[in-house]
């Protein structure tokens, strides 16, 4: 039975490994493999060009999960994604062919490419790890994690997600540009190995991520914790300048981020600092702004960002004896 010990000695064999390709975005492989500790699903927002789709690739590699990319377009239809129900002559039967979506991790590029009822195909297979075809419902093996992209200053032929897709995802992370001294560094690794691509060994397999995942819910969160998250959560609401502030979803969000990081630090209890490192990448995405901010240029991130500010900490506890 895996530990929390074993969950940051794996994460750091995950995030070493994925580095091979990935040069100097640190904080933000943790924040992914935190959100597949958690076993919840992440939407990556950053230009063109930053490595989102080569992530996603490398943490299914490293972590044996079996991966599929679907190409988000105008013209994709729900049961490309699905699957369907298709005839059968020799049985005279129909039969379900299963679509992309029956796989570990599924890559949604540039989700916001898609009109909103091929979006929608995702729903309940996000919240509910099944799919429903024909009102018969087919359950999707474990881990089931989706890890979306999309540009966010782009859009010509965009679909925005709405608020009730995007609350479906963990968290919401960006990538960033790379500092000049990690440019040359990825363009003296290109030269050195002689390809376009990096091939990554298998670090773990899906068993042992499940039991991973499993790990996390034995980190112990003290009441003062939950208490400081609560708090935070409800000061997104009770700003004039937010429309709709986050959801308990929010705050299950942060609960479920904060202890996967603390295990992915090696702790088996939730600190403050887990919480303020998850709460923007958990919340940012669920706020509704009043277009006022929009037009000065502020967004969610900004919002959580102030609450974090202005909610006071609790004093940071080692978990009690026994």
Known sequence: MASVHDVAASGEAILNEIERAIVGKREALELLLIGVLAGGHVLIEDYPGLAKTLIARCLAQVTDLEFRRVQ???????????????????????????????TNLLLGDEINRTPPKTQAALLEAMAEHQVTVDGVSHQLAPP????????????????????????????RIGIGYPTGDEEAELLRRRVERRSDSVSLERV??????????????????DPTITAYIVEVVRATRQRSDVQVGASPRGSLAVLAAARARAALMGRDYVVPEDVKAVAVPALGHRLSLRPELWVRGMRGDDVVRSCLDTVPAPATQARPAG
């Open 72 to 102: 988000f377009t105008p013209d994709l239809l729900p049961a490309d994604i699905t699957g369907s129900a298709i005839f059968d002559q020799r049985t005279g039967e129909f039969t379900f062919q299963r679509g992309p979506i029956f």
């Open 144 to 171: 089931f994690i989706v890890v979306a992209t999309q540009n966010p200053i782009e859009y010509e032929g965009t679909y925005p997600l709405p608020e009730a897709q995007l609350d479906r995802f963990l968290m």
């Open 204 to 221: 773990i397999d899906r068993p042992t991520l499940l039991g991973l995942q499993r790990a996390v819910e034995d980190v112990h969160v």
